[in-house]
């Protein structure tokens, strides 16, 4: 079984700040896939970024970078100066490998980011 | 590159109705999943196709609902009758292989209201 823990129900941050937003997981598979999706007010899901678990390097795709730390469990995502735009839902989750978590797209409850002034 | 589309954008229909949402993937993907997004339940996998052909539909909350791929391009989500409680944000994505480093690309959702 595969579960994601996003902790932070609501966050704020000022534009052009920095902001991290959390995420742990767990699974008992020894692959699997961490991503982020953003979700605006209008509704529609984009994917942001993906972390392998056997990437050695942290994922970086623009303002956006992924905190892996494999023995805490947590994939936390980092924006960079956070624009009025960036306001949003955001979904943590997970694709496994073995038989029942490779194809399914488990995700977190998610967190609300407010950018203000 | 045009991504996963789906129709339409917003339904609204009378309890008892029968209601059809409507997806076309991203071409050359083969997998397809529908999700339903309510505040009390988050996202919620319904039933995912591999190559057209239905692998789990275990997410399927009852027989009222049923889905379909006839090929490659195009899948129904059908839910007859429907009921207040469908009520709901309904996503087809699709996704390249079954593996752990392919993202599921997503569409812009059904927003479906039952009154």
């Known amino acids: 079984a595969q579960k994601i823990t996003q902790t932070q129900p609501g966050m704020f941050v000022q534009e052009k700040e920095a902001v991290t937003l959390d995420c742990t997981y767990d699974?008992?598979?020894?692959?699997?896939?961490l991503f982020w999706y953003k979700q605006p007010s209008s509704g529609e899901m984009i994917f942001l970024i993906y972390?392998?678990?056997?990437?050695?390097q942290n994922a970086t795709e623009g303002r956006y970078s992924l905190n892996f730390q494999k023995a805490r469990k947590s994939a936390n995502l980092v924006i960079s100066a956070s624009q009025l735009g960036d306001s949003a839902m955001y979904f943590c989750?997970?694709?496994?490998?073995?038989?029942?978590?490779?194809?399914?797209?488990?995700f977190g409850t998610g967190t609300r980011l407010q950018v203000t002034l | 590159d045009a991504g996963v589309i789906q129709s339409p954008r917003h339904e609204v229909t009378e309890m008892g109705q029968e209601v059809t949402l409507r997806c076309k993937p991203i071409?050359?993907?083969?997998?397809l999943f529908w999700y339903r997004q309510t505040m009390m339940r988050g996202l919620e996998l319904l039933i995912y196709?591999?190559?057209?052909?239905?692998?789990?539909d275990s997410g399927m909350p009852e027989d009222r609902f049923s889905a379909k791929m006839p090929n490659a391009s195009f899948s129904t989500l059908k839910i007859q009758p429907s009921e207040p409680r469908d009520s709901a944000v309904y996503f087809c994505?699709?996704?390249?292989?079954?593996?752990?480093?392919?993202?599921?690309?997503f569409g812009n959702g059904t927003r479906l209201t039952v009154t």
């Open positions: 994505a699709s996704s390249l292989g079954r593996f752990y480093n392919s993202p599921l690309h």
């Open positions: 699974t008992s598979d020894q692959s699997y896939g």
């Open positions: 972390q392998g678990s056997y990437d050695e």
């Open positions: 989750a997970m694709r496994g490998l073995t038989t029942g978590t490779a194809s399914k797209l488990t």
């Open positions: 071409s050359g993907h083969d997998y």
């Open positions: 196709f591999n190559n057209n052909v239905p692998i789990d």
